[in-house]
């Protein structure tokens, strides 16, 4: 396995400094019990009183030690303030490591504190295997392994003993994995694997080997068009994958890998050349294979499935849009329909009760000739029509073949 650091380099100094106070934690940190003052003011020099204070309100905010030269000159300058101390008569490199160490065995004591060594490793060795085991990020596992020993009131050290143990463990779960892969791995799925590494021409190449594609390559790509074409051939794609998965079962099995695990090795396949796998021992780099095609087939399957879901969304919106359509072409004939009705009462209904107005008003006839006029033209087939005609029965029949 690779080396490598799991805090950057920013990061691990910043991890071995002192912490940043503001006014309000500075305040917090640097206020203790009566105990804690009385220890320092039984102290011989002012430099042993300082720094001892400083490392308790700096233990108290992390649960861990830092070196003098990591002290901010704030803190320095506001404990120095509340003793009563000045600071041109104090050298914080006058404090003695053995007096640091006896100080630092006071503090553990008094905030009820086991030193890490010798009961950290034991503490940390279960958490970080499980952690290993299940793929967490390097740099997740470091912060958990501190949060561990605090809730196990243990000392936090500096950066190194934690990473060191991490780092080791990954490197045996690694070789774990890797002979694994070399004890349960038959000649034939071993050709299999190697097949992926090997050039594949395209469609079309005249001249071998110039324009071909491996096959792990083009087993990396994947479409999202949903197209039938471009389905079509995702759906052979999983095909052939399915079939290398199945032929990995006994592999797969022995190594239990949990879905981060997977897909923490298949991602180096992913984003990594072939000339950089090819450069891997044979054990890792079948692990690697291994990992991709398991996590190749659930990509797939995921993949098809997504495209199954696209493809009924637009189905469903087409739907939607057409129902909308016919509604809309519904509405417009049955505002129309409705047009012509009220036209049809217009110089129906209206227009006879204005004729029957203007013969009631005619001053030439006598109320017996306008009688006789209005029952000569109510006889009038049109008219009798209209009257006889529901127009209730009219509506409907208009709205109905406004449908």
């Known amino acids: ?68 030269r990591t002290f901010h000159s704030r803190d320095v300058e506001y404990v120095a303030g509340r003793i009563g101390l000045r600071l041109e008569e104090i050298k914080l490199d006058h404090y003695p490591q053995e007096t640091s160490s006896r100080h630092q065995g006071f503090i553990l004591d008094f905030y009820g504190f086991k030193p890490f060594r010798p009961h950290g490793r034991t503490v940390l060795a279960e958490e970080i295997g499980r952690l290993v085991r299940s793929q967490i990020k390097p740099k997740a596992i470091f912060w958990r392994c501190v949060d561990a020993l605090i809730h196990e009131k243990i000392e936090v050290p500096g950066y190194f003993p934690i990473g060191g143990q991490i780092l080791n463990v990954m490197k045996t ?14 000649t034939a799925t071993r050709k299999v694997l190697d097949d992926l590494l090997t050039q594949k021409p395209l469609t079309g190449d005249t001249v071998p080997g110039k324009t071909s594609a491996y096959k792990l390559t083009l087993m990396k790509q994947l479409s999202q068009s949903t197209k039938p074409s471009k389905i079509k051939e995702r759906m052979a794609d999983w095909e052939l994958v399915r079939g290398l998965y199945h032929q990995l079962g006994l592999p797969l099995q022995a190594l239990a890998l949990k879905p981060g695990g997977i897909l923490y090795y298949a991602r ?136």
């Open 1 to 68: 396995m690779p080396r490598m650091n799991i805090l950057n380099t920013v990061e691990q100094e910043a991890f071995e400094s002192a912490p940043v106070f503001n006014s309000f934690q500075r305040k917090h940190y640097f206020d203790f019990p009566q105990a804690i003052p009385q220890a320092a003011a039984s102290l011989r020099t002012p430099a042993n009183r300082l720094c001892f204070l400083l490392t308790c309100g700096y233990f108290k905010a992390c649960k861990r030690f830092f070196p003098t």
């Open 173 to 186: 779960h690694n070789r774990t994995l890797a002979a694994t892969v070399e004890r349960t791995l038959g």
């Open 268 to 403: 180096r396949v992913i984003q990594s050349e072939i000339f950089q796998l090819t450069r891997q021992n044979d054990p890792d780099l079948y692990l690697h294979l291994i990992a991709f095609i398991a996590h190749q087939d659930y990509r797939l399957q995921d993949n098809l499935v997504d495209t199954l879901l696209a493809s009924l969304r637009s189905f469903h919106n087409s739907a939607i849009r057409a129902h909308k359509e016919q509604c809309c072409a519904r509405r417009e004939q049955r505002q129309e329909a409705l047009k012509m009705l009220l036209g049809g009462l217009e110089r129906g209904l209206i227009g006879t009760l204005s004729t029957l107005r203007g013969l009631t008003e005619e001053r030439a006839l006598s109320d017996a000739g306008k009688v006789t006029r209005i029952r000569a033209w109510l006889a009038q087939r049109e008219t009798r029509r209209l009257l006889e005609e529901d127009p209730m029965v009219a509506l409907k029949a208009s709205l109905v073949s406004g449908l």
